[in-house]
């Protein structure tokens, strides 16, 4: 099979003014018998599969779980916008794990998780690890598990280990790191008691629309003869491992497709899961219409590629500058500016007109189209077979040296971001005089050349020097009050299940990075002979570790957002290349024992900051009880219309709900209700607002948009909630709507 083309700082001490200024217009721009008994499941509740499954090439598992953090009070991840504070929920995030383990030897297995958040972290990984290999010794270990993330931008923050991207949610959010760590390791144990013998299939088809490149003049910068090679400037590939039983039954897939989760824009405030964790909710649905998300059994994972340059917002960047000659036009092309300013300029998705929920419906459609079309070619599909193995080590990307490919020595930086990482995109545009593609050796603006020096340390010559042509901003690598501002060490990793082969990377590569990464290391299994030339390698991203950005080095050079946010300096993607290529003797057949790593980066979550504060008590109002109705329904209703009720309510973030509901849409069944939506379907919508911090009291806001094809009956809105005493006490309550009518 041939190779595939597949935020802002706010500080708690004087400069909290002046450092919320910068970073609110950057736009962000982690014993064999032993085995064989716990996992071929010789004993019911070890596995899941039988002892027939040494008939089988593969064990398959899959689960799914929640991992939704508190959905209000609580500062988004993604854009780095102070502002952003979520109020509420549009859809719950999930974890979905897949096992795939080798047959005749059960121990040699592989984990990918594809969690619907922003990227993978070093210290989430940390915890989901040292959890499932203290429940299943032995069987799963930093080697074997991949955090995959969607990279939506609409999900809870303050769980990444690193200052930097902690600071606009205040610091460590603890309860948003609890529910990823528990929610995904409840998805892998619900994948490991699944495990059953099954067959792998891989494909792809191409999604035209349902990408574009945001930085196509950057990608121009790459040679001419290079992208001759190719169609488009954004893969268009969707590639897809199809999971089914051993009579031919689909239990779900894993999908690999390159674009951004900026469909919802920052101005929104529901948490949600943005297009890929949209288009697995209509797949799972559609497979399965009668069961509730989340008890789902079939798994589809939409997980993310050569993310770096890509976009939802097909339509293209706009100014949005009402009043001026330029409002309505093309942003400029190079810097994308409007009037030679960031701020107006913005992607338009495919549902613009209507929302950036009807844009973001319309994405998640196309990857479900996509999907749906390579698995429905079934046992046409081309059969995954060969061992299971993975290789993991760590590096140390800080003036890390290594040989280039013409013998010359070449060498990484410690981490800094330039000018152009402020600029945003026109997915989340900066603010200010910050642009995009500026690398002018001229000195900036003198007021931010002063700035920057009080946020981060001055650079050092060898720093400059290093990231050249790279004007640094921020030089978070020599920053590490009160802890280390930016990641130094990342996960290299690489899962091997037959010739199907996953790079695990910890950034964000953009079209052409990912291009070379895969044909590099595809050329590198086939001429080492751990494949043959029926090698199919896909790209992972951003998982384990966030390192920002891996742009080509002609991109760079150009020093657009991409270019600017490549943490490691110009030779970031070649040091992956050399690295991941030096670790592919290491899935042969051959033992060659464990590859040399360099040290595993400091655990920081004892110096973890938090300054997010806790809920402190709920009241009713005067004359009032929690859960009771403030606005009542008005029905009868019918499909396409929206039933909205107000209730007495209490702050959600004492009780995340998780695999539970804030909201239930009842149906009357004879003399019975039952269970119609909650607020992990899309078409529910869960809002929370403060009416007075002093009385602690605040509402509910509940709706649901009926849709086509909604059955005639009896309804009611039904309100979940848990209010906390002065005592702290914490009692659960429920309010219902009058009933109503839906024809």
């Keep these: 099979m041939p190779a595939l083309d597949p935020g802002g700082l706010q500080l708690p001490f004087d400069l909290w003014s002046l450092s919320r200024s910068i970073l609110n217009c950057m736009y962000s721009g982690l014993l064999y018998f032993t085995a064989f008994l716990a996992s071929a499941s010789v004993f019911p509740g070890h596995g899941g599969a039988s002892i027939s499954a040494a008939s089988a090439q593969y064990l398959l598992g899959l689960g799914i779980a929640d991992v939704t953090g508190p959905v209000v009070e609580t500062n988004m991840m993604g854009y780095a916008n102070l502002a952003q504070t979520d109020t509420g929920l549009h859809l719950r995030q999930r974890a979905r794990a897949w096992i795939v383990a080798d047959a005749s030897d059960p121990s040699s297995r592989v984990v990918y998780i594809n969690a619907d958040i922003a990227m993978g972290d070093t210290g989430v990984r940390r915890s989901i690890v040292n959890a499932l290999s203290a429940q299943y010794p032995n069987l799963y270990s930093a080697a074997n598990i991949a955090l995959g993330s969607t990279h939506q931008h609409s999900g809870v923050g303050g769980y990444l280990e690193n200052l930097l991207p902690q600071v606009t949610s205040l610091g460590r959010v603890k ?64 590639s897809l491992l199809r999971f089914e039983d051993t009579s031919g039954n689909a239990r779900g897939f894993l999908s690999f497709y390159a674009v951004h989760g900026t469909s919802l824009y920052e101005n929104n405030t529901l948490v949600s899961s943005d297009n890929k964790g949209m288009a697995a909710h209509l797949y799972e649905y559609m497979v399965e219409p009668n069961t509730m998300p989340g008890n789902n059994t079939f798994v589809a994972g939409f997980t993310q590629s050569n993310v770096g340059d890509t976009s939802p917002n097909t339509l293209g960047a706009y100014c949005e500058s009402p009043g001026q000659p330029w409002d309505g036009l093309p942003c400029e092309a190079e810097h994308s500016t409007c009037g030679n300013k960031t701020e107006d300029c913005h992607g338009r998705g495919p549902g613009f007109r209507i929302s950036d929920f009807e844009s973001n419906r319309i994405i998640a459609q196309l990857q479900v189209d996509g999907a749906k079309t390579v698995m429905d070619q079934g046992s046409s599909l081309a059969q995954v077979s060969g061992t299971v193995k993975s290789v993991h080590v760590y590096l140390n990307m800080s003036y890390h040296s290594f040989t280039l490919a013409n013998g010359s020595t070449a060498q990484t930086c410690p981490p800094a971001l330039g000018y152009g990482f402020a600029g945003g995109t026109s997915d989340g ?221 209490a702050n959600p973030r004492n009780n995340l709900r998780l695999e539970q509901t804030f909201l239930t849409v009842d149906k009357l069944s004879g003399s019975e209700w039952s269970t119609y939506r909650t607020d992990s379907h899309p078409s529910t919508i869960y809002q929370w607002e403060r009416t007075s911090t002093v009385l602690g009291t605040s509402t509910v806001n509940i709706s649901w948009t009926i849709e086509d094809g909604t059955p005639s009956g009896t309804y009611r809105l039904t309100y979940s909630g848990d209010a906390k005493s002065l005592l702290g006490k914490i009692t659960p309550f429920t309010g219902t709507s009058s009933t109503f009518t839906v024809s």
């Design 429 to 649: 545009p900066g603010a200010f005089d910050f642009i995009q593609g500026d690398n002018s050796s001229q000195p900036q603006n003198p007021f931010w050349e002063l700035v920057k020096g009080a946020i981060t340390p001055y650079p050092p010559p060898e720093q400059v020097a290093c990231h050249y042509p790279k004007p640094i901003l921020l030089d978070t690598g020599y920053a590490n009050t009160p802890y280390p501002w930016s990641p130094h060490v990342v996960d290299i990793q690489i899962l091997k299940i037959g010739n199907f082969v996953i790079l695990v990377m910890p950034g964000e590569l953009t079209t052409m990075a990912g291009r070379r990464m895969r044909d590099a290391i595809r050329t590198k299994l086939i001429s080492n002979g751990v494949l043959g030339d029926d090698a199919y390698v896909v790209v992972a991203g951003p998982a384990n570790t966030y390192g920002h950005y891996i742009a080509t080095r002609e991109e760079y050079s150009v020093q657009r957002y991409e270019g600017a946010s490549t943490l490691f300096g110009p030779f970031t993607l070649e040091a992956y290349i050399d690295k991941y290529s030096s670790l592919v003797p290491y899935l042969g057949d051959t033992d060659l024992g464990d590859p040399s790593s360099d040290d595993a980066p400091p655990d920081l979550s004892a110096e973890a900051i938090s300054l997010q504060t806790g809920v402190i008590v709920d009241h009713p109002p005067l004359g009032k009880n929690f859960g009771n109705v403030l606005k009542d329904v008005s029905g009868p209703y019918t499909a396409g219309q929206t039933v909205f009720a107000q209730f007495v309510g």
């Design 175 to 238: 309860e948003t790191v609890e529910a990823i760590v528990n929610g995904t390791v409840l998805a892998v144990q619900r994948a490991h008691d699944s495990l059953a013998p099954g067959v792998l299939r891989v494909g792809n088809t191409s999604v035209v629309d349902g990408n574009r490149n945001r930085s196509p003049t950057a990608y121009l910068a790459n040679p001419e003869s290079e992208r001759a090679q190719y169609e488009y400037d954004q893969d268009k590939t969707l």
